[in-house]
């Protein structure tokens, strides 16, 4: 008997030992893995949040592209802050792939966010120059050869309202010259950011996206699939065009507290790319 209870017992220390060292199935890859484009984060999401805040949410919501604005790296940042910026970053699993938006008001503006871009060592700025700046602009993207995404602002700047006034006043420019589909401010200029994105996907290298309530300057920004936009619509576009940029997050609701909004709009568009396949 006492034979049988030991051999009983090794089995038993045998079936749980084994069970401990099999390995527990890890989480499905986020949907964006297989597709021609990536999911990202527009720094301006966190104003109010430092660089450290920042990057921890991007882990949690497993996101690895931030869009570089300069209240994390300040235009006027070392080398050596440059290179501590990217580590922290890389610490987090995160890449900076752009800058921006920045506003350019003068010649000196232009020449100083093109220089910190290339110090940054990103080939994409998000831009806001003014109109009668386009053609230094042109020179200045045949000089470093950078994609220049110009960010449309819907109906609360007198500059690019939308997704065809970029269009009109660039398309005779360097083809490097475009704009940041930014699906939310498009939408509130009366806009269909899904037609658009098909008009003039030869020129978006880089898109924001948000939802909003309204297509007039009354709607206002919402978590993503609380709104008026075509999610699933926007998605078979995004493939159908073979869009292959980055389409950031730009939360712009309860900027306080803006972590379970963020949180929501992420996996909201995560379920739309699953549906829609």
Known sequence: MKKLVVIALALFTLTVSQA???????PQPAPENSESFRLGMAGYTFVKFDLET????????????????DFHLPVASTDEEIAAFHKKCADYGVKGYAVGPLYMKSKEDVDKYFDYAKRVGVKLIVGVPDYELLPYVDQKVKEYDFNYAIHLHGPDIKIYPDAEDVWEHTKDLDPRIGMCLDIGHDTRNGKDPVADLKKYHTRVF???LKDVTGPTKLGY???????????????KMMRKVNYTGVISLEHERNMDDPFMGIAESIG??????????
Do not use: N
């Open 221 to 235: 920004s919402v978590e993503v699939g609380r709104g008026i936009i075509d999610f699933p619509a926007l998605v």
């Open 268 to 277: 909201y568009f995560r379920a739309m790319l699953v549906a829609t396949k």
């Open 54 to 69: 920042t990057l921890k949410t991007l882990q949690r919501c497993d996101v690895h592209y931030l869009c570089i604005k």
């Open 20 to 26: 401990q060292e099999q390995k527990r199935p890890d």
């Open 206 to 208: 880089d898109m924001h």
